[in-house]
């Protein structure tokens, strides 16, 4: 396997012009593809009329997609954002030349307050585009001195709840927040710390690493913007002038929806923080077989309708699938972040199931037999006491200037 390679998004889940564009832009630009696959989920969700709902078995979604892409700085993220925005961003230039127009469709910040403001009058909803998710995580937690996170919260569903400040109200009957944004491996502790992995806002994004880490050439094909201006008039036009309407999955769609999620319920089981984030997911699954379908308006012509179809409710699972392997990828950056370096290389000799059992430990108090119960379901009995020999994984440890970050156990009594 090359090193320089991560996990890949599963492109052929996307319809043939969505797929096509993205591979074009890799070859020209070196835009990655994981990235431009997220910036599309969020584009195209971002273009569709509020109002707009998605059914699979009697439960509704709305398009909302919060993505968070992680990567170091310098690798021009917010150049390949702007490109993969270019059709909301065209049609946000022409809506602000209207001076009389009090709302906008994009925008780089934005109170709660003014999130509801900018709903007024709005078809869209409010695409938030920010180069650094953790200084707004920091800011909605203090605004005010009350924080505004559990108002943010609630509009990833959709729902708004009148908002007193002093004697001023706020209020819209809909909210459609999408957010596409970066944050630099090193600071992902700061965007996702202590109850955030727990309270459901963590599991509220999709998180996306780039497919290659490699040292890139520059491309010697010319670069243009042909393609994304041939996307944007044959597809995204197209969604941008669908009305306000309800999609509904066929029976065998639905059936399809629920065998992946009970499936997913018990192959997490016992796993909370993977429970936490699969409960995001089934609502994902239905927000992206949705957004995937209104995709495909641009191929379907006149054959397209309101109904979604198993495979693209398939398409969705493999997505989500794929994004479950990047929140894992993102608690065990947190972990060795938050362990010493010789609690790392302790890990790193363990199976991926060794390494979820601990990350439920999360530094917490535990006896002995707890401990012995937790990981034997992961790492085998035979092999327990021989761990508990080494003395390594369940010792707490302060160096001078430094945090303690081991388990602490407690002897039985």
Known sequence: MDKNKRAEFPLDAFPK???KCILHYEHTKNFDRNIQALATLVHVASLIEIGTKFYINGWDAVPVIWGNIIQDSGKAKGHLMRHCMSYLRRMNDELLEDTSVKHCYMTKNTTIEGLMKKH??????????????PGWRKGICNYQSNGAKEE????????SDPITRSEDIYYTKYLKPNILGASQPEKTPQLFEGEDLTDGFSTRFLNSEPYYVGTIKKPRVKASDDAIKLLDKMHN????????QEYHATDEASTEWLDWCDQKQEEYKGLKQYLLYQNKLETYAMRISGILHIMSVGEDGEKFSTTIQKETVQNAIKICDFYMGQYERMLNNLSIHRFPDKLEQ????KNPVFQKVYSEL????YRNSDLCNMFTDAYGEDNIKNILKRNILFQRHKKSGEHPTYTKTLKDE
């Open 17 to 19: 012009a969505y797929r």
């Open 120 to 133: 007024i009058g709005n078809r869209k909803g409010l695409m938030m585009f920010k180069d650094e998710i």
């Open 152 to 159: 943010w919260m609630s509009a990833w569903d959709g729902e």
């Open 237 to 244: 036009e197209r969604i941008w002038n669908l009305p306000a």
């Open 346 to 349: 302790e890990l790193r000799t």
């Open 362 to 365: 999360n530094g917490k108090h």
